[in-house]
């Protein structure tokens, strides 16, 4: 696995965080050093794709990435058929995954598409997931996004929904942040490069409250909505569209 490297010497050129190529070769080292409880949250997606994926049923993984979350769907799936659809906005990415060998030979179908999230159209869906995705599409973009999922989903298909969460009072919002700095000093980063990966997010990835989140969930028609996952100021939700 290639070290992510991009923040430290050169950190201060890195403007804005981009999905680009020099990201993909990085990816998994980035992601587990800087997102507490990133693999809990793949263990999970597994856990969840044994309950509420059917035979010939069908995933979306929005925001891919290299598709690990789809990986772990398909170890929860087993041997049952299924077809999984990565969706991704960056080449680097999607090209990456069309070549991944971990993708063949498998008892289910995997597709990847390169598109924005917000233009495609789902066919019916056991489960969809958005890992740690919807943070960085425009805030007035998602409820339209997730209410579309929601009308893909079947009758007790289920989304998870895993972010990066803000705090409204500000004591907590300081303490998480210092504790997420802290996670990534014990993973080796140096404070140049949390600064400097700090400021290429500015206005990239815009995270909300787990309040905010619930109650659009709530809004949109999602049911039994629980947060399964949290880790300092990272988490899951899993929700519901209720059996008829
Ligand atoms: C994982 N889920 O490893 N349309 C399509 N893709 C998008 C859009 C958009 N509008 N905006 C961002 N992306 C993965 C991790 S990473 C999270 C998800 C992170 C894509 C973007 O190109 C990137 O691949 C992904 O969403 C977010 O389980 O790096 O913190």
């Not at 500000?170 to 140049?192: Q, V």
């Amino acid at each position: 696995m290639e070290k992510d490297t991009l923040f430290d010497t050169r950190g201060a050129g890195r403007v804005q965080f981009r999905f680009d190529d020099t990201v993909a070769r990085v990816f998994p080292d980035m992601i587990n050093r800087s997102v507490p409880g990133y693999a809990a949250s793949l263990d999970g997606i597994s856990l969840i794709a044994h309950q509420v994926v059917r035979p010939g049923g069908r995933v979306y993984d929005l925001g891919c990435t290299l598709g690990a979350a789809l990986l772990a769907a398909a170890k929860g799936i087993g041997d049952r058929p299924a077809t999984l659809i990565g969706i991704d906005n960056s080449e680097a990415m999607i090209s990456r995954c069309r070549e991944d060998a971990r993708f063949d030979n498998q008892s289910q179908q995997f597709e990847f598409e390169l598109c924005q999230i917000e233009q495609m159209s789902f066919e019916p869906a056991d489960l969809v997931i958005l890992n740690y995705t919807l943070q960085f599409l425009p805030p007035p973009a998602r409820t339209p996004v997730l209410a579309r999922v929601f009308r893909a989903l079947r009758p007790g298909g289920a989304l998870v929904l895993a972010e990066k969460f803000s705090f409204e009072a500000p004591g907590i919002a300081e303490r998480m942040t210092a504790l997420h700095h802290d996670f990534k000093r014990a993973h080796h980063y140096s404070d140049l490069e949390i600064a400097g990966k700090r400021a290429a997010l500015e206005n990239v990835l815009i995270a909300e409250t787990r309040q905010n989140h619930a109650d659009r969930l709530a809004d949109i028609g999602f049911t039994d909505i629980v947060l399964w996952h949290a880790s300092i100021n990272f988490g899951a939700f899993l929700a519901f569209r209720a059996d008829d």
